[in-house]
């Protein structure tokens, strides 16, 4: 049983471009959060989402963020306009409940915009 | 709203001696409790996590902590740290089930264990 799955592992950016982050769960797993980690800092929950929907979007920047979890394949987080700010390692946890208590992390996009 | 405090941002230890990583945190309900640990461009492995009972918590690698209510503290402890412990760790909690779906995070202990 594969662990989490995040790729790609680093993504180099110029301001201005689009990002794609995908997170494949474990098997089994319907349940996806995603967590952002700037420099210097822990890590700042984004979103949580279930199958085919989002049930918690507080964490998410009002514009330029998106996140999707298909009925089929990954789940994706979508940045628009990247600019400098956005550089920060991005983590997804995925869990077969909706309980943090049986999440596994992934190892993680460090996304740098350049 | 809950929030989390590692009082640490960087902790120095030599090889074989004890280590404590302190972590209090914030909330207005009962809340669990998670140590995770980030090595060098890694993701988090959970090391430790309590929900209920026993306040004394055993993890992996030979850590754990203890549950202190009266305090709202959750401190990470080793008798006997090595090399390998060098990381980063992260303390956080989460609302039990109805309550929220998200970690709230410290800003991590930078642990350097040197020989």
């Known amino acids: 049983n594969a662990g989490v799955m995040q790729n790609p592992r680093h993504l180099v950016r110029r301001r201005g471009q689009e990002a794609r982050l995908r997170c494949s769960p474990m098997?089994?797993?319907?349940?996806v959060y995603w967590y952002r980690q700037l420099p210097e800092e822990g890590l700042k929950f984004m979103v949580y989402?279930?199958?085919?929907?989002?049930?918690?979007e507080s964490g998410m920047p009002k514009e330029r963020f998106s996140a999707e979890f298909p009925k089929e394949g990954p789940s994706i987080l979508r940045i628009q306009q990247v600019v400098r700010g956005d550089s920060a390692a991005y983590f997804c946890?995925?869990?077969?409940?909706?309980?943090?208590?049986?999440?596994?992390f992934g190892q993680g996009t460090r996304l740098t915009v350049v | 709203a809950q929030s989390v405090t590692q009082l640490d941002s960087q902790v120095p230890v030599f090889e074989e001696a004890p280590v404590e990583l302190r972590c209090n945190y914030s909330?207005?309900?009962?809340?669990?409790l998670f140590w995770y640990v980030q090595y060098p461009n890694q993701g988090l492995q959970l090391l430790l996590k309590?929900?209920?009972?026993?306040?004394l918590v055993k993890g992996i690698n030979g850590f754990e902590a203890e549950f202190n209510k009266s305090q709202t503290s959750f401190h990470l402890r080793k008798p006997s740290v090595h090399i390998s412990d060098t990381a980063e760790y992260f303390c956080?909690?989460?609302?039990?089930?109805?309550?929220?779906?998200?970690?709230?995070f410290g800003t991590g202990t930078q642990l350097k264990v040197e020989l």
């Open positions: 946890a995925s869990s077969p409940t909706g309980a943090h208590t049986e999440a596994f």
């Open positions: 098997k089994g797993h319907s349940h």
């Open positions: 989402l279930q199958k085919e929907n989002i049930i918690d």
């Open positions: 909330s207005s309900v009962s809340v669990y």
């Open positions: 309590y929900l209920s009972g026993s306040t």
């Open positions: 956080a909690v989460s609302e039990p089930p109805g309550g929220g779906n998200k970690l709230t």
